[in-house]
């Protein structure tokens, strides 16, 4: 079936830092990819998306690039800031699958100043 | 605003109780769906519902239930049969099935078991 592969976590990382967050997957399909972020006791907000291979998403500095050839979509950020401080979640989306999101398990972002 | 409006926020129900948590949009989305989400873990799919007075189980059906009698409303009952109840509870909505259009999330609704 689909599934996402997200690196384990937590990542703690100093203000102004390179951040790479690392999201895989596997699908029957061609999915849509999206990356979430949620702070504490809210909801998901969609932070970025793409929607076919080389699609490269951006929002708030944050980026990630639809690669097809190794079935990726990481996520990155040249200077982080402590209001960055959430837990991100890499999903797909792939309307042969009931057109659900399907998730990774998270990476709890922490960002020290 | 438009939106999803999820209540109530927090929720104690005690064993052997069913209980209702309540999702509302007025985005004029057809799709609609329930994620569970344990702490510290992804979210999983229990319910979902691609047009009113229709819906599909996901991943953990077990122990709960949905209608769809309206669209803009998707409730979801828990029920005395489901074991381990307490979780963070996300309702989400989406225009429709086309994979790339995004799907919008509530606030959640806390559920404890007491």
């Known amino acids: 079936g689909d599934s996402v592969t997200q690196m384990e976590g937590p990542v703690t990382l100093s203000e102004e830092a390179f951040l790479t967050i690392n999201c895989t997957y596997t699908?029957?399909?061609?999915?849509?990819l999206f990356w979430y972020v949620q702070y504490p006791g809210e909801g998901l907000q969609l932070l970025l998306k793409?929607?076919?291979?080389?699609d490269k998403g951006s929002n708030k500095g944050f980026e990630a690039t639809y690669r097809k050839e190794t079935t990726s979509f990481h996520l990155e950020k040249g200077s982080v800031q402590v209001s960055d401080s959430a837990v991100y979640f890499c999903?797909?989306?792939?309307?042969?699958?009931?057109?659900?999101?399907?998730f990774g398990e998270g990476t709890q972002l922490t960002v020290n100043p | 605003d438009g939106g999803i409006t999820q209540s109530p926020k927090y929720l104690f129900r005690k064993e052997g109780q069913n209980v209702t948590l309540s999702c509302e949009q007025n985005l004029n989305h057809d799709a609609m769906y329930w994620y569970r989400q344990d702490p510290g873990q992804g979210l999983r799919l229990i319910y979902y519902?691609?047009?009113?007075?229709?819906?599909q189980k996901g991943d953990i059906a077990e122990g709960y239930s949905v209608s769809r009698e309206k669209k803009e409303s998707f409730p979801l009952t828990v029920t005395s049969a489901q074991k381990n109840p307490t979780a963070f509870y996300l309702c989400?909505?989406?225009?429709?099935?086309?994979?790339?259009?995004?799907?919008?999330f509530g606030e959640g609704s806390w559920l404890t078991v007491v």
């Open positions: 519902s691609q047009i009113v007075n229709d819906f």
């Open positions: 793409a929607t076919k291979a080389d």
């Open positions: 989400a909505s989406s225009t429709d099935r086309y994979s790339g259009n995004t799907i919008y």
């Open positions: 999903a797909l989306r792939i309307e042969t699958s009931g057109s659900r999101l399907t």
């Open positions: 699908a029957t399909g061609y999915p849509s």
